[in-house]
């Protein structure tokens, strides 16, 4: 059972294991929305849904994550650490020049990360391959979960893919907007309809509910690719560490910009640690 405990900033929940993980990270340094959008989706992911631990990471038989919004690295290293599959010191040099976590995951440096990711647009046309690639060694039992951004919807390479996995019908692949309001363009109907117009299953959860995204996250029907939508709330708690008014912490992370069509939306700027930026 998933447990959650209050820590910075205040009203936020985070699951009680990330907590110190993550202010390891951190180090006095503030998130933005890239972080918090996504820390709940790779706990529930880890926790309670995919199919590997640290002893199986090369296990064949394994289920694949692929983190293609990799500019959102922290919440990830986090949970890869709590959950055994990097040593906790190892957060302590985040960033630096010879840490083998970077700004963006390495799969040649970091047990457990399936895919290099740093230009946004290619993680799920990677996990499409992914599929493809166990469908023909014969293993249909692992499933493969893409994370992406809404923003990443606006590469074209993204479109491409939902149309082919939804015209070969690749049951075994599951992806995860994080909604978090920062695409340029959009789609009428919301983020799901994207995906659902080519065949796929969907979901829209609330991307903080963690019952929730476990029901969606696991509510494939194993006869087509399946999404899900986690909604983040602009300008959630979450996205403003407790510190950030100290003055040695102004204009650092929180950098903010109206969009002019969704009065009220806001749209992080880049930040200087692992994990932040828009």
């Given at each position: 059972?998933?447990?959650?405990?209050?820590?910075r900033?205040p009203g936020?929940?985070?699951?009680a294991?990330v907590?110190?993980?993550l202010?390891?990270?951190?180090a006095?340094d503030?998130?933005?929305?890239?972080v918090?959008s996504?820390?709940?989706?790779?706990?529930v992911?880890?926790?309670r849904v995919?199919?590997?631990?640290?002893?199986?990471?090369?296990?064949?038989?394994?289920?694949?994550f692929?983190?293609?919004?990799?500019?959102?690295v922290?919440?990830?290293?986090a949970?890869?650490?709590?959950k055994?599959?990097?040593?906790?010191?190892w957060l302590?040099?985040a960033?630096?020049?010879?840490s083998?976590l970077?700004g963006?995951p390495?799969?040649?440096l970091?047990?457990?990360v399936?895919?290099g990711?740093?230009?946004?647009?290619h993680?799920?046309g990677l996990?499409?391959?992914?599929?493809?690639g166990?469908r023909?060694?014969?293993?249909?039992?692992?499933?493969?979960?893409?994370?992406?951004?809404?923003?990443?919807?606006?590469?074209?390479?993204?479109?491409e893919a939902i149309a082919?996995a939804?015209?070969?019908g690749?049951?075994?692949l599951?992806?995860?907007?994080v909604?978090?309001?920062?695409?340029?363009?959009?789609?009428p109907?919301?983020?799901a309809?994207?995906f659902?117009?080519?065949?796929?299953?969907?979901?829209?959860?609330?991307?903080h509910?963690h019952?929730a995204?476990?029901?969606?996250?696991?509510?494939h029907d194993?006869?087509r690719?399946?999404?899900?939508?986690?909604?983040?709330?602009?300008?959630?708690?979450?996205?403003?560490?407790?510190d950030a008014?100290?003055?040695?912490?102004?204009?650092?992370?929180?950098i903010?910009?109206?969009r002019?069509d969704?009065?009220?939306?806001?749209?992080?700027?880049?930040?200087?640690?692992?994990?932040s930026g828009?």
């Amino acid at each position: 059972m998933t447990t959650s405990t209050a820590t910075r900033p205040p009203g936020r929940l985070l699951p009680a294991p990330v907590v110190a993980p993550l202010e390891r990270i951190r180090a006095g340094d503030a998130y933005d929305a890239n972080v918090y959008s996504t820390v709940d989706v790779h706990w529930v992911l880890y926790d309670r849904v995919l199919r590997v631990t640290p002893a199986t990471v090369d296990d064949p038989d394994r289920d694949r994550f692929l983190l293609s919004k990799g500019h959102a690295v922290a919440g990830y290293y986090a949970v890869l650490a709590a959950k055994g599959f990097i040593p906790v010191d190892w957060l302590d040099d985040a960033g630096g020049p010879d840490s083998r976590l970077g700004g963006h995951p390495d799969r040649t440096l970091v047990p457990g990360v399936e895919i290099g990711s740093g230009s946004l647009g290619h993680g799920l046309g990677l996990g499409v391959g992914t599929v493809l690639g166990l469908r023909a060694q014969g293993r249909t039992t692992p499933r493969v979960y893409v994370l992406l951004g809404d923003a990443e919807l606006d590469e074209g390479s993204n479109h491409e893919a939902i149309a082919y996995a939804g015209a070969a019908g690749l049951a075994g692949l599951t992806a995860i907007v994080v909604d978090n309001s920062s695409a340029s363009h959009g789609w009428p109907g919301g983020v799901a309809s994207r995906f659902t117009v080519n065949g796929w299953t969907a979901a829209t959860v609330d991307g903080h509910d963690h019952d929730a995204l476990h029901a969606a996250l696991t509510g494939h029907d194993g006869h087509r690719p399946h999404v899900v939508v986690a909604v983040d709330t602009p300008r959630h708690p979450a996205h403003r560490p407790a510190d950030a008014d100290r003055p040695e912490q102004a204009g650092r992370s929180e950098i903010q910009a109206v969009r002019p069509d969704q009065p009220g939306r806001s749209v992080a700027g880049d930040g200087p640690t692992p994990g932040s930026g828009k």
